[in-house]
C-alpha cells in the first residue's frame, strides 16, 4: 500500500481501556484519556494526542484556592455555576429558575461498534471497526443524567462524542446549550484554522493565533451556512500540510452551530463544538431524553493534510450512506447558467442533443420547470408547486425524460439520463400551496414574514409539512425515469416560532432525507444551498455530493475546493467548468484550466449553454470529458494530498493516489504567467520510495525520484494547468 501518511496495520493497543476510574481510547496514532477525581467525582482530562501507555506526566492542580478554583482543571464536561469560570459546554434551566448542575461520575458501559442516534444523522461501523464507551454522570441534587458517549475508530483515529442528557427528575427543565464535543488542552499555544466564507466564496482557509479570551464562529442563519463551515482544526503553532500536531472537529449537523475556542488567563485552551445556543432551547419533561448531534474529531501528528485524508476516509466509508459514495460519477450538463428560466421543451431537449454530443452521460433540468397557476419564470412565484408546467412541457416530464433518455452519448454505449432541480423546503407568497396552507411557512403571530430571494421557508418541524415534501418528491420521481436530484435551498431561516423549532426542523428534515433517500437508493441525491450554503457532514449522510458553489470561475473555485477538502472527500464535491467571461467575476480562463480544476471534483460536469460553444472549444470538450471519466475513480475514492497550497504559491497543486496504491492523478496550477519564474517544481508525497511508476504512459521514475527530485513543469501563459496520469508498473 502506498504510505499515505494513514495507518496501515491494527492498533497494538486494545481501543477501549478503563482502569479503575481512569479511560482510555485508543486508535493507531492517537490517544484519548480522562479520569474520575476521587475527591469532586467530576471527568477530569489527561490526554488528547499521540499514543500513550498512560497519563502523561502532569502537575495535577485540583484547585487553587481563591478565585480560580477550576483554573488549571481540564474537564470533560464543564457545566456552570460551581467556580470554572470558563465557557461551558452544558447549560441546563432549571423548574425553580436557576441554572446550576452538578454532574459527577456515575457508571461506564462499553458497547461493541457504535449505536446509532435518533433521529439524526451519525457514523456509523461493523463492532470490528468501532467501539463505543459511553460515561454515565448524574446530577444527584436534580435526578439529571448526562451520558457522555465516545465512539473510537482505531484506524483512523477518529473519536465521536454526542451526548444525551435524561430527566429522571419530577420537574420540567430546559436544556439552554449541550456543546457534542468538549476539550481542554493543556497550556500551550495553539492555532486555530477555520472555513470562513460567504456566497460564491465558500470555505476559505483561516488560520489564527488562539489568543487569550474567547474566539469563535459560527452559523445562526438556521442552516450550516456560506459564512461559516461547522469544522475546526487546532494546531501547533509549527504545523504545516505535512508535518506537526492538528485535531479536527467537525460536526455532523446541518443547523445553526457554535464553535467556542478560549484560553483561559491560565493558559488552558478550551474547545467546544455543537449546536448554537441562540437557536437551541429544549425543553425536558420527567421521563424525556434529548440527544445532541456528534461531532468527530481526528488527531494527525503529521499535519494537516494527514487529517484531511483521515477525515475524508472516515466520511466516505463510515458516514456517507449512498450506495454511490465510491462509484465513478457520470459527467453531466447542467443548463442553468445557460439559459436560467429562459426556455420551453425544444429548447431543453436541443441542450439535451447537444449534451450528448459532448459525449455527457446526465442532462439536468435546472429551476424553472415547475408551477401552472403561476408558472416559474422567475423566482417570485411557485415554490411548493411541484407539477410541471404544462405550457413549457404540454406532454409532461415523463414524456421529455423518455425523449431524453433515447440520446446516446457521443463515444459511448450508453444513453442520456435525466436529473432535475427541486428546492422542497422552500415556499414562495406566489403559489397554490401559499394559498392553501400560509400556516405551513414560518412565522411568529402576525408579524412580517421576511421575505429573501422573494421566498418563505417552510416549517419542516411540522409532520404534515415532512409528509407533504415526501409525497411530492415522490411523484415526481414515480412519474418519470429521473436518477438524480439537485435539491436547493436557497435561503436562511427566518420568524421561527421558538428557538426549539431550528432544532425539531432539522429532525423533521432529516426524517425527509431518510424516507426519500432509502425510497430512491438509485437516484443520486445533490445537496446544494444557493451553492455550498449547506456543505456539512449532516447532508452527506444522505446525499452523496453537494454542490460546491454557486461560484464557478475556475481560479475562484481553486480555492474554494481546496478549502472544502480540509474536512469533505472529493467525492462529495459537484464542480462544473462553466462559460467565459464568468458571470459573476467577469474573469476569463481556458478551457483546460477550467476543466481541469473541476475535474478535482468527484462529479465533474458542464454548467452551460452547449449549443453556445465555440467551434474551438467544442472539439476539445469530449476529450477532455474522456480524462475525467479515466481519472474519476481515482479522485472518487483516493487520498488527496494537497501539495501546494494556492494561499501560498503562484502554482498550486494536488496529488490523489488510488486506495490500492496502484494509480494517481496529479493536478498542477500555474495562476499567472511570470516572465522566468514559470517553471515550478513539484516534489510528489504518498508514493512507495522504492515503487517505478510510468508517467502518462512515457518514462517510468521511481517513488523516491517523484517525490525527492519531482518535477519541473514548463507553464506557458496564465491560467494554465496539468493533469498527469502515474501508474505504478
Ligand atoms: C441556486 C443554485 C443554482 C441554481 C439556482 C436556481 O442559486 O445554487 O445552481 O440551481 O439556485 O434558482
Not at 436544556?175 to 457534542?180: D, G, P, R, V, Y
Not at 470529458?625 to 503562484?650: C, F, Q, T, W, Y
Request: glycine share 8%; proline share 6%.
Amino acid at each position: 500500500m502506498a504510505a499515505t501518511g494513514l495507518p496501515s496495520r491494527p492498533s497494538p493497543r486494545q481501543a477501549v481501556v478503563v482502569d479503575g476510574l481512569s479511560f482510555a481510547l485508543n486508535g493507531n496514532n492517537v490517544s484519548y484519556r480522562f479520569h474520575v477525581d476521587e475527591e469532586t467525582g467530576d471527568l477530569i482530562g489527561d490526554h488528547f494526542g499521540g499514543s500513550v501507555d498512560e497519563n502523561p506526566i502532569a502537575h495535577i492542580i485540583r484547585n487553587d484556592g481563591g478565585w480560580a478554583n477550576h483554573a488549571h482543571v481540564r474537564r470533560e464536561f464543564p457545566d456552570l455555576g460551581r467556580g470554572d469560570f470558563r465557557t461551558p459546554a452544558v447549560h441546563i434551566k432549571h423548574e425553580t429558575g436557576h441554572t446550576v448542575c452538578d454532574f459527577k461520575y456515575k457508571s461506564y458501559t462499553i458497547v461493541n461498534g457504535k449505536p446509532p442516534l435518533p433521529g439524526l444523522p451519525c457514523t456509523f461501523g461493523r463492532n470490528d471497526e468501532v467501539t463505543t464507551l459511553v460515561v454515565c454522570l448524574e446530577d444527584s441534587y436534580r435526578s439529571i443524567t448526562a451520558e457522555l458517549s465516545y465512539s473510537i475508530y482505531p484506524q483512523l483515529d477518529a473519536i465521536v462524542r454526542s451526548v444525551k442528557i435524561t430527566n429522571n427528575g419530577t420537574d420540567k427543565i430546559s436544556i439552554e446549550k449541550l456543546a457534542s464535543f468538549s476539550v481542554d488542552f493543556p497550556y500551550g499555544d495553539y492555532e486555530m484554522l477555520q472555513l470562513q466564507g460567504e456566497w460564491t466564496r465558500e470555505c476559505h482557509r483561516i488560520r489564527r493565533k488562539v489568543d487569550y479570551g474567547q474566539q469563535g464562529f459560527g452559523s445562526i442563519n438556521g442552516y450550516s451556512s456560506h459564512y461559516n463551515n461547522p469544522f475546526l482544526a487546532l494546531t501547533s503553532p509549527d504545523t504545516t500540510e505535512s508535518y506537526g500536531h492538528a485535531w479536527g472537529f467537525s460536526l455532523v449537523y446541518t443547523g445553526s452551530f457554535s464553535v467556542e475556542v478560549e484560553k483561559s488567563p491560565q493558559g488552558v485552551t478550551r474547545a467546544l463544538v455543537g449546536m448554537n445556543p441562540y437557536h437551541f432551547s429544549w425543553s425536558l419533561a420527567p421521563g424525556e431524553t434529548f440527544v445532541s448531534p456528534e461531532c468527530v474529531s481526528v488527531f494527525s501528528n503529521t499535519g494537516v493534510g494527514a487529517m484531511s485524508r483521515k477525515f475524508h476516509r472516515l466520511y466516505r466509508q463510515h458516514l456517507i450512506k449512498s450506495q454511490f459514495v465510491n462509484k465513478p460519477r457520470p459527467v453531466l450538463l447542467n443548463g442553468w447558467e445557460g439559459v436560467y428560466f429562459d426556455f420551453d421543451e425544444d429548447i431543453i431537449y436541443s441542450l439535451a442533443e447537444e449534451s450528448a454530443k459532448l459525449g455527457v452521460k446526465l442532462f439536468v433540468l435546472d429551476d424553472g420547470w415547475f408551477g401552472n397557476k403561476y408558472p416559474r419564470h422567475n423566482d417570485h412565484t411557485s415554490l411548493g408547486d411541484w407539477q410541471v408546467n404544462t405550457t413549457r412541457f404540454p406532454k409532461g416530464l415523463g414524456h421529455l425524460v423518455e425523449r431524453v433518455k433515447k440520446l446516446r452519448a457521443a463515444g459511448s454505449d450508453e444513453t442520456l439520463q435525466f436529473g432535475l432541480w427541486v428546492e422542497p423546503e422552500m415556499i414562495s407568497k406566489k403559489s397554490e400551496l401559499y394559498e392553501k396552507h400560509p400556516e405551513w411557512a414560518l412565522h411568529v403571530g402576525e408579524n412580517p414574514r421576511t421575505e429573501n430571494r422573494n421566498q418563505l421557508v417552510l416549517n419542516v418541524a411540522l409532520p404534515e409539512v415532512q409528509d407533504f415534501i415526501i409525497d411530492s418528491i415522490s411523484g415526481i420521481l414515480e412519474s418519470a425515469p429521473i436518477t438524480y436530484i439537485k435539491w436547493d435551498n436557497n435561503r436562511g431561516m427566518h420568524e421561527s416560532p421558538s428557538p426549539q423549532n431550528y432544532h425539531a426542523y432539522m429532525l423533521g428534515m432529516y426524517r425527509v432525507f431518510e424516507k426519500l433517500t432509502t425510497k430512491f437508493p438509485d437516484v443520486i441525491w445533490e445537496g446544494c444551498a444557493s451553492g455550498g450554503g449547506r456543505f456539512d457532514a449532516g447532508i452527506l449522510q444522505y446525499f452523496p455530493q453537494v454542490w460546491t458553489s454557486d461560484g464557478t470561475d475556475a481560479l475562484d473555485r481553486i480555492h474554494i475546493q481546496f478549502g472544502t477538502s480540509l474536512v469533505y472527500p472529493a467525492s462529495a464535491m459537484g464542480a462544473h467548468l462553466s462559460a467565459v467571461p464568468n458571470e459573476i467575476t467577469g474573469r476569463t480562463t481556458p478551457l483546460t484550466f477550467r476543466a481541469h480544476v473541476a475535474m478535482m471534483g468527484g462529479s465533474f460536469g458542464l454548467e452551460l449553454d452547449p449549443r453556445k460553444i465555440s467551434e474551438e472549444d467544442r472539439v476539445q470538450i469530449p476529450d477532455l470529458i474522456g480524462l475525467a471519466e479515466k481519472i474519476n475513480p481515482i479522485v472518487i475514492s483516493g487520498d488527496m494530498h494537497r501539495l501546494v497550497l494556492p494561499d501560498n504559491s503562484n502554482f498550486p497543486a494536488a496529488l490523489f493516489i488510488s486506495q490500492d496504491g496502484n494509480q494517481a492523478v496529479l493536478f498542477a496550477f500555474q495562476i499567472l504567467r511570470r516572465q522566468v519564474h514559470n517553471f515550478p517544481t513539484l516534489r510528489l508525497e504518498g508514493l512507495v520510495p522504492t515503487a517505478r511508476y510510468k508517467v502518462d504512459g512515457e518514462n517510468i521514475y521511481s517513488g523516491a525520484t517523484l517525490m525527492n527530485g519531482g518535477f519541473q513543469f514548463r507553464f506557458a501563459r496564465d491560467y494554465d494547468s496539468k493533469v498527469v496520469f502515474i501508474e505504478k508498473v
